[in-house]
């Protein structure tokens, strides 16, 4: 009977920090999800170290050489998001089901030129910079996308799902004992944001 069932419906989670993504890869359906498998993907080039943090290259390089290599560190970002969604996306859909969407959760929704510390708003900049390159990577794959602000993560759940914030985080505390500890903040944001993918279809 079990090859009669249809496939699961997939939903992946990205909490994205600098450089990197933790990737929560959830089977809905939302009434009752399960996480099937977590990753951590990379966001840079090691060739081009430069796009771990362009922008703090931006400030520290020569102007010259700013010029030359940051738009170079950038196409890097842009690259390597897309290497890794499609290799994640390749690695999972055959096997575990298809996918709805990603959601990709940043950790701050404000605007970086608002900030008028060259350094922090540098930090700002790389904090949209990744989420966007992965948001771009998706669209590029016809793979629907949301970002979400993690403040805003669970709260955003919970409207979606009728619960309350603190049912949300008790219920993806409860999800993460499928792949075992640790179990961080960070794959919470994660889950709770694949949550949200789900719940809309």
Do not use: C, Y
């Amino acid at each position: 009977m079990a090859s009669k069932d249809k496939s699961p419906q997939l939903a992946i989670g990205f909490r994205v920090k600098t450089g990197r993504a933790t990737a929560i890869v959830m089977a809905g359906p939302a009434s009752t999800p399960r996480v099937l498998s977590r990753r951590s993907l990379q966001l840079w080039d090691p060739v081009i170290p430069e796009s771990h943090q362009p922008f703090h290259a931006e400030l520290e390089l020569p102007p010259a050489e700013s010029a030359r290599v940051v738009p170079q560190a950038l196409k890097a970002v842009e690259r390597v998001a897309l290497s890794a969604l499609r290799e994640l996306v390749d690695e999972i859909q055959p096997a575990l089901g298809s996918i709805l969407g990603i959601a990709l959760v940043a950790g701050s929704g404000t605007d970086p030129e608002s900030i008028r510390n060259p350094h922090t708003r540098a930090h700002a900049r790389e904090g949209q910079l990744f989420p966007h390159a992965l948001s771009a990577a998706a669209k590029t794959m016809r793979i629907p996308a949301l970002t979400l602000v993690e403040s805003e993560v669970f709260t955003s759940a919970a409207a979606k799902l009728g619960k309350s914030p603190d049912a949300i985080k008790l219920a993806v505390t409860e999800l993460g004992s499928a792949v075992g500890k640790p179990w961080s903040a960070e794959e919470k944001a994660a889950a709770a944001a694949a949550w949200i993918v789900l719940a809309d279809r």
